[in-house]
């Protein structure tokens, strides 16, 4: 069966400082995989994405993630971060068409 | 473009009742899926629909239905609402089934059960 897992429901860095929130996955077959982002009362937004290929991803707002099929991992990184940074974040995947399946989500608090 | 839009944004319902949530996707997304979001259990899938069809759908007891119309619109309803239903309720538009690629979501409907 498909599952993700985040691994640390809270993040707390200092503005400038290296982000870094992990997600591991199981999948029998490949997946695609998907980190997403949530500010306070909204919808979900899509931060960048793997299907095929390079295995490293530049998404929006300077996130980039790594997919490591050796480890299952796909962690989701940012060199410096900003206040508006904060949220939380969201890693997905899918496979063979079907629905998206969610990790349990990472808060991202940045103190200045 | 307009985005995704969830209407209500927040309602508030009795135990028994039963709710309908609507969702206008981006303009020429035919697929609609929903997703139910609490703290507790976080992102769960309820159903997908692309072009009318229910293509998937998750492990929610059938008090959850869901439809969608021809202009690609959906509705979700709820029937004999439980305590446990008070959630945010996401629904997402893309241009294709299945979730391969990018999925937009709308800010939500907020629902709580007294």
């Known amino acids: 069966a498909q599952s993700v897992t985040q691994l640390g429901s809270h993040v707390s860095v200092s503005e400038g400082a290296l982000v870094l929130l992990r997600c591991n996955y199981s999948?029998?077959?490949?997946?695609?995989l998907f980190w997403y982002v949530q500010y306070p009362n909204q919808g979900l937004q899509l931060l960048l994405k793997?299907?095929?290929?390079?295995?490293l991803v530049k998404g929006i707002n300077g996130f980039e993630a790594e997919f490591k099929k050796s480890e299952t991992s796909f962690h989701l990184t940012k060199p410096s971060a900003h206040m508006s940074d904060a949220a939380e974040y969201f890693c997905a995947l899918n496979q063979a068409g079907t629905a998206l399946i969610f990790g349990k989500g990472t808060t991202l608090s940045v103190s200045s | 473009k307009a985005g995704v839009t969830q209407t209500p944004r927040y309602l508030i319902k009795t135990r028994g009742q039963q709710v309908t949530l609507s969702c206008s996707p981006i303009s020429g997304h035919r697929s609609v899926s929903w997703y139910q979001q609490t703290p507790g259990q976080g992102l769960q899938f309820l159903f997908e629909?692309?072009?009318?069809?229910?293509?998937n759908k998750g492990n929610f007891p059938g008090r959850f239905s869901g439809r969608q119309f021809s202009n690609s619109r959906s509705e979700m309803n709820v029937s004999t609402l439980e305590l446990g239903d008070s959630a945010l309720y996401l629904c997402a538009s893309s241009l294709t089934s299945g979730s391969t690629g990018e999925l937009f979501f709308g800010e939500g409907s907020r629902l709580t059960v007294l």
């Open positions: 793997y299907t095929t290929g390079a295995t």
């Open positions: 999948s029998s077959v490949p997946p695609y």
């Open positions: 629909y692309f072009s009318e069809t229910q293509r």
